[in-house]
């Protein structure tokens, strides 16, 4: 059953097979290994939904490299507090990374937020000295210099 449905993936052609079955294969098939290897795989809860059916083996190793990138950025994002994050770290992180960061100090964050609205939630955490840095750069970025002179 194995090398059937091992072919019937490399076709694309649909399996209709029994889920215990397909749970014995399907790891094997697209070469992840047995049981004891599928449990060290996390899934991220923020990709629940497109997790539920791969449509092929290729999409599945996509997905868990997807997952795998997203836990190093949330490992990233979290190693120092907010007041300990300088100018230059808040300037390279993504939003991912800030939300990340924000969920870390228990500040509530919208998925629809901007990255300057992230910026602003974090703002009032950080160190005053570094705040200011922060600020004098989007008030430069933005051609607001009434606001460079005032900070």
């Known amino acids: 059953p194995g090398r059937s449905v ?3 993936v490399k076709l694309g052609a ?9 749970s014995e294969l399907a790891c094997k098939v697209i070469g992840l290994g047995g049981p004891e290897d599928r449990a060290s795989m996390k899934i991220s809860p923020s990709q629940a939904s497109s997790w539920r059916l791969p449509k092929t083996p290729t999409q599945f190793l996509e997905r868990a ?12 994002a979290q190693q120092k507090p907010i007041w300990q994050l300088k100018a230059s770290d808040i300037r390279d992180m993504s939003v991912e990374q800030l939300r990340y960061v924000l969920q870390a100090a228990a500040i509530p964050s919208r998925r629809s937020d901007t990255k300057e609205e992230l910026v602003a939630r974090i703002l009032p955490e950080m160190d005053e000295v ?12 933005n051609e607001e210099y009434t606001e460079v002179q005032s900070a």
Do not use: D, T
């Open 14 to 22: 649909p399996i209709y097979i029994p889920k215990e079955l397909f």
């Open 130 to 141: 570094e705040r200011r840095i922060v600020l004098v750069e989007a008030a430069v970025r």
């Open 65 to 76: 490299e997807k997952a795998r990138e997203e836990e190093e950025l949330r490992q990233q």
């Open 6 to 8: 091992a072919l019937a």
